[in-house]
């Protein structure tokens, strides 16, 4: 699938949040919109034979996989494991800030091994025929952005890589949580624009603290190729994504959390069907309704029954009636 008209809009790959089950509930909200995987280690794939970390829908589609290493070799088998199960795009991880992602030697201690990052994309690029790209920060501790960054992004498009997305704070591996690391490190738009007007041949989007399509339309207007967004879209996933394909994408229609609601139902069935749990998949429809009348009935309803046995589509069904019912009152 060629996915570049895609990318103006993405939401970006989230730990224990962009599972299957959220991307195809994201799925339903936009048809546009590019869906990332949370990240996926390499040795989980190559080393520990994980290929169920892989599973997805086909109704995802267009859907990247993000991949966490620094052995070029072994991202370049996971990157093949990767295209083979049907993914469109195979990104490395360079942000990640967690302690656990550090003791692995990836995430976003690799911006400090530029060179590093390159053979892993250039090994990647000869493995694989769909596009490798990079997500990254704008540097790490002390390192000066004005310096890093710029060379970070000519050594990766050197070696292949034709599209980045920046999140545009530093990460602090010292001294800040991965949860801080989100918030704290002040926010560096400026910066990111600058690149796109420095690497102009180079596909960049931009990721941080960016919580409207509203503030998505002005970074496109301003020159960028595409927003990505993180914790907004989890949260307040209809407020993003509802109004995604006509207002960035200038085609279709805008969805609405009732419709999505049902068709929901018969994917809820299937899952539990194969044996899984209700709130295996209610715990990302949560912000459905979020800003909206009923959505507390909604939230509460679902985070409060769909952990019991038994639990089915109809408690989905009777939360829905709540929000039905309060939107008439």
Partial sequence: MQINQHVRLSVAPMMDWTDRHCRYLHRLLSRQTLLYTEMVTAPALVRGGALH???HDPVEHPVALQLGGSD?????KAARLGEEA???EININCGCPSDRVQSGTFGAVLMKDPARVADCVAAMRDAVDVEVTVKCRIGVDDQDPEIVLPDFLARIADAGCERVTIHARKAWLQGLSPKENRDIPPLDYDRVHRMKRQFPNLHISINGGIASLAEARKHLDAGLDGVMIGRAAYHQPANILCAADPEIYGIGQATDPPTVVRRMLPYIDAH???????HQITRHMLGLFAGRPGARAWRRALSESAVRDGAGPELVEAALAQVSATVAA
């Fill in 53 to 55: 970390l892989l599973d």
């Fill in 72 to 76: 070029p070799e072994e991202l370049a």
């Fill in 272 to 278: 539990l069907t194969a044996g899984g749990r209700l």
């Fill in 86 to 88: 049907g993914y469109d």
